[in-house]
């Protein structure tokens, strides 16, 4: 059963009243997504679409110079998120929302998007209601792709965590709403398993970017964290 709670280094996650918990992958994504905006020039807007107990934001906040808005759809999610992020040392530049993503009133164009968007929309729905919110959220990809091309500034980035298998699914989506691809890693449980997770990093068509294509396992043969797992989540778990 999962701790109600989740210490990392600066900051600390409650997750009792949220039906999805932290993850080994979405804690690997926010690391990514965290390093490749600590290289941004100057304060950002940032936008946080689902933000559940508030993990890729406050990541993202120690890492970067950010103003953050997150948005929840399930109230008890959003209200933990919001206490978690009240209490980090970043309080004063984060904002979390609760409504729907489809129908919130964006007050600017963000500089950076990301999202853990639902994994399982075309599959059978958990019989717990609040995971299927989770997971389904009542936004396709489709519609997260319309909010991130209606929302992200013209030289913005947007980052999606999602299953490998659903690849072939979004990129026609992606390209459809006139964004590209500029990065894309593919993610194993060890050196020893297929892909299970993709991590991509998006732009507006025409930004000229050459797409980035890699990989990265969390353990190694010997079932301990690889070099580059390592480096990035140091920064932010206990343990290591």
């Known amino acids: 059963m999962p701790n109600d709670y989740f210490q990392f280094k600066q900051f600390l996650i409650r997750q009792d009243k949220c039906a999805m918990k932290v993850t080994t992958d979405g804690c690997l994504f926010g690391a ?89 929309e075309n599959e059978l729905q958990s019989p717990d209601s609040k995971r299927t919110l989770a997971h389904h959220g009542g936004l396709s990809l489709e519609e997260l792709l319309y909010i991130i091309k209606t929302n992200l500034a013209p030289s913005g980035h947007f980052f999606l965590l999602l299953p490998n298998k659903r690849i072939s699914e979004i990129e026609p989506l992606i390209f459809k709403n006139h964004l590209s691809i500029i990065q894309k890693t593919r993610v194993r449980q060890s050196v020893k398993h297929d892909y299970f997770r993709v991590m991509i990093r998006g732009s507006h068509k025409g930004n000229g970017e050459k797409q980035i294509e890699n990989e990265i396992a969390i353990k190694d043969e010997q079932q301990q964290y690889t070099p580059d797992f390592l480096e990035l989540l140091k920064p932010f778990y206990l343990q290591l």
């Open 32 to 120: 990514w997504v965290a390093n490749t905006l600590e290289h941004s020039k100057g304060s950002i807007r940032m936008l946080d679409v689902g933000a559940g107990t508030g993990l890729l934001t406050l990541m993202a906040a120690q890492f970067s110079d950010s103003t953050i808005d997150a948005i929840e759809m399930d109230s008890d999610a959003a209200a933990q998120a919001r206490d978690n992020c009240a209490s980090s040392p970043w309080s004063d530049r984060i904002k979390v929302y609760t409504g729907d993503a489809k129908e919130f009133h964006y007050p600017t164009n963000y500089d950076a998007i990301i999202s853990n968007p639902p994994f399982y």
